[in-house]
């Protein structure tokens, strides 16, 4: 509920997270600030999981 983690597929292959109780408008992408590195992690952990889970043709890959 805290975080908002997004990735940008195809051409762009990009990554922002949100932390929506400090910046509720989604302002300040902080995917790569040191102190939010363990969210990353775990949230890109949960993302794997729903992907295999929903069978998503477009799966995360452990080295992102």
């Not at 195809?10 to 949100?18: H, P, Q, R, V």
């Not at 910046?23 to 300040?28: I, K, L, Q, R, V």
């Not at 993302?47 to 295999?52: A, H």
Request: hydrophobic residues 30%.
């Amino acid at each position: 509920d805290r975080y908002k983690l997004i990735h940008f597929y195809n051409d762009i292959d990009s990554w922002e997270l949100f932390d929506l109780q400090n910046d509720p408008h989604e302002m300040n992408n902080v995917y790569s600030q040191k102190e939010y590195e363990q969210v990353v992690k775990d949230m890109k952990q949960e993302l794997l999981r729903l992907q295999e889970k929903y069978d998503d043709p477009i799966r995360l890959t452990q080295n992102r």
